[in-house]
C-alpha cells in the first residue's frame, strides 16, 4: 500500500480521535498499519499474526473494537464470503468486484471499469454513495476441469459397457 494512502487514513483516523475527545492509543495506529499494510482479504487472526511479527500484541477484544471503529469510517469493509468473515482495507481501493466460487470458495478481484463507471454515474435518491461491493457468484475454472473431467469419465465408462 502506497504511503500516501497510509498517511491519509491515520488523518481520517487523527480527525475521528480527536473529534470524540478518545484517546490516541498507538495500538489503533498499529491496527491501521497492519490492515494497510496487507494485501486483499484478511482475517481477524490474520491480522493478528501481521500485528505479532510488528511485535505488537493486541487482545483479541482490543482487535475486534478496533475493526469494528474502522468498519465505522468506512476505512475497511467487511465481506462475508460463504459464510465466511474477511475483512479488507477500504480506503482508495479500486473498487473491485470479487468473483466467488461456490463450489470451493476461491474469490478472485476483478476490476470491471464498466460497472464502475456505471455505478460512479448512477444518480441515486437520497443517497450519497461512497462506494460499493459486488460479488458474482459461480464457478471456477478449476472446478469447471474436475466437473468436465468427471463428466468425461462416467462418459467413457458407459461406452466401454
Ligand atoms: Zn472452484
Ligand atoms: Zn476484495
Known amino acids: 500500500m502506497k504511503e500516501n494512502v497510509k498517511a491519509k487514513v ?9 473529534l ?14 497492519a490492515v494497510y499494510s496487507i494485501k486483499g482479504h484478511f482475517s481477524l487472526e490474520q491480522l493478528s499474526e501481521t500485528l505479532l511479527a510488528n511485535n505488537f500484541r493486541v487482545s483479541r477484544a482490543t482487535l475486534y473494537n478496533t ?7 468506512r476505512l475497511v469493509v467487511r465481506h462475508n464470503f ?7 482495507a477500504y ?3 479500486n473498487n ?9 470458495g476461491k474469490i478472485t478481484e476483478i476490476s470491471l471499469p464498466g460497472v464502475t463507471q456505471s455505478i460512479n454515474e448512477a444518480r441515486l435518491r437520497r443517497f450519497r454513495k461512497d462506494g460499493f461491493s459486488l460479488y458474482i457468484y459461480g464457478v471456477c475454472s478449476s472446478c469447471q476441469g474436475k466437473i ?4 468425461n469419465k ?8
Open 10 to 18: 491515520r488523518e481520517i483516523l487523527d480527525n475521528y480521535l480527536e
Open 20 to 33: 470524540r475527545n478518545h484517546r490516541k492509543t498507538p495500538e489503533r495506529y498499529a491496527i491501521l498499519d
Open 67 to 73: 475493526i469494528r471503529l474502522f468498519i465505522e469510517l
Open 82 to 88: 460463504q459464510g465466511v468473515t474477511l475483512y479488507e
Open 91 to 93: 480506503y482508495a481501493s
Open 96 to 104: 473491485h468486484c470479487h468473483q466467488i466460487c461456490t463450489i470451493c
Open 148 to 151: 468436465t473431467k468427471r463428466k
Open 154 to 161: 462416467t462418459q467413457s465408462l458407459r461406452n466401454q459397457k
